[in-house]
């Protein structure tokens, strides 16, 4: 597999020749994307977002991603992220005066399909993949201004999804882990956004389900595997990274511990 990136925090460009699957995310800042050639596709609990050659997609914090890139029969995936740091956010508010007194109730993933601004400003990165350099933070903050900015101009509405600086509130344990086991990240993320510390997490955890996380989140992925092979005879290959496995051997290995088959043969008999 040939793939490249060029990180010039917060630019990062991404090159690749081969579809893959990125590991499960979680994201601690919000990230501004266009896609330069090929596809990428992002999906969260809740939706997909399939993002072709000119989208713009911003994708806002406190979500776990899952993360496809595809490149097209004629070129390579090409893709720039820009991480909207939250520091440069603040200042951008204080030096602004803004105050967002709003609960942000629009869209966690925002698409632009044809808009010339936010296109130019991507185009002004362009000079910044060509080459690997360290950039001074002031540019960083500058560039992150600036778009910070257009977004404003072209959605003012978004003022509360950007300055929204709170923390993850408590919420429904069960109702998270059911629409997020199949994210396969640290415990710790999936204690943020509950609004939990991972000692209250765990305790609360133990309550609800009677059990450990790390041993609620295997039984329930390989339940759902079971589900999704008996029920739409889904391939294991298919499958066993969208439920939050890392190796086809691990997941068949667990699995059939699980079951007393494996996964190929209960596919098989299906």
């Not at 803004?98 to 601004?117: C, M, S």
Request: hydrophobic letters at 35%; zero cysteines.
């Amino acid at each position: 597999m040939d793939k490249k990136e060029i990180a010039t925090h917060p630019f990062v460009f991404t090159i690749g020749t081969d579809k893959k699957k990125e590991s499960d995310r979680f994201l601690s800042e919000s990230i501004l994307a266009m896609q330069i050639a090929g596809q990428l596709t992002l999906e969260t609990n809740n939706e997909k977002v399939t993002m072709k050659p000119g989208n713009i997609l911003l994708v806002r914090k406190h979500q776990f991603v899952k993360v496809t890139k595809s490149p097209s029969d004629t070129e390579h995936h090409k893709a720039i992220l820009l991480t909207l740091n939250e520091g440069v956010l603040r200042n951008y508010s204080l030096e602004n005066r803004i105050q967002n007194t709003e609960k942000y109730n629009g869209p966690e993933n925002v698409l632009f399909t044809d808009n010339a601004f936010l296109e130019g400003f991507f185009s002004s990165l362009l000079p910044y993949t060509k080459q690997i350099i360290s950039t001074p933070s002031s540019l960083n903050d500058t560039k992150i201004k600036e778009a910070i900015q257009l977004l404003l101009v072209i959605k003012p509405e978004l003022n509360s999804f950007l300055f929204d600086f709170s923390e993850p509130h408590k919420i429904d344990l069960e109702k998270f882990m059911l629409a997020n086991f199949q994210f396969n990240v640290p415990i710790e993320h999936f204690a943020k956004l509950t609004g939990r510390s991972l000692a209250g997490f765990k305790r609360d955890f133990q309550k609800t389900f009677d059990t450990s996380p790390r041993q609620w989140l295997q039984r329930k992925r390989l339940e759902e595997a079971y589900y999704q092979i008996e029920k739409y005879h889904k391939k294991p290959s298919a499958i066993y990274l969208d439920l939050g496995f890392e190796s086809l051997a691990h997941f068949s290995d667990s699995f059939k511990k699980m079951f007393g088959v494996l996964p190929s043969k209960l596919q098989q008999n299906e």
